[in-house]
Structure formats: C-alpha cells, structure tokens
Nanobody, 121 residues
Framework: QVQLVESGGGLVQAGDSLRLSCTAS????????MGWFRQAPGKEREFVAA????????NYADSVKGRFTISRDNSKNTVYLQMNSLKPEDTAVYYC??????????????WGQGTQVTVSS
C-alpha cells in the first residue's frame, strides 16, 4: 500500500519558478526510481522527468531540459521538481509516480493525485 501526495503547485507568471514536492506515505520509495508527468487540458499525459533511486543520472523531456530539475531526499521519502523559467505551455496538472525498479525503465505503478500548475503570460 503506497500513497503519493504532490504539493507546491500554484498560479505564477511566465518566468517565475515553482518547486513541486511528492511525498510517499505507507511504504517508502527509497529503492525505487521516481518520475514526474503532466497533463494539460485536452492533452495526453506526458513524461517530464525521472530520477533513479540513487539520485544519479536523470532523464528529462526535451521541452523542460535546462529549466526543470528533479531531485530526491530518500530520508524524507520525497521527490522534488524544481521548475524555473516557467512558460504558459507548462500549465498542467503535475503527477508524480513510482517506478517499478530502482532504475529508470519507463514503467510506473503508483501515482499521486496531481497538483495544478498554472502559468500566465
């Protein structure tokens, strides 16, 4: 039984920054890769970023490279998404998810409820 809860979303202006957090309750995710996804209105859910259990080499969607940074603090069972230089096209509901292994494989099993990020121009 794993529960993921995202927080940190909000309404900001283009160029601003936000830091999203995803905290696990129940079983910890210390040994699992974690990912962030987002879904804009009328769009399919898309991959944003992922990080292995060790906090090593990370993966990013081309649209967020150089602007977003994924990190984690396993002692707090928390993964973060630092979002800088936000653009209106970043507006979406952001979800965190737990990978099925300690490495990034593209497979996820548990998902959070999402947090809204709205970027105005």
């Amino acid at each position: 039984q794993v529960q993921l809860v995202e927080s940190g979303g909000g309404l900001v202006q283009a160029g601003d920054s936000l830091r999203l957090s995803c905290t696990a309750s129940g079983r910890t995710f210390t040994t699992y890769a974690m990912g962030w996804f987002r879904q804009a209105p009328g769009k399919e859910r898309e991959f944003v970023a992922a990080i292995p259990w060790s906090g090593g080499t990370t993966n990013y969607a081309d649209s967020v490279k150089g602007r977003f940074t994924i990190s984690r603090d396993n002692s707090k069972n928390t993964v973060y998404l630092q979002m800088n230089s936000l653009k209106p096209e970043d507006t979406a509901v952001y979800y965190c998810a737990r990978g099925t292994t300690r490495w990034i494989t593209g497979q996820y099993d548990y998902w959070g409820q999402g947090t809204q990020v709205t970027v105005s121009s």
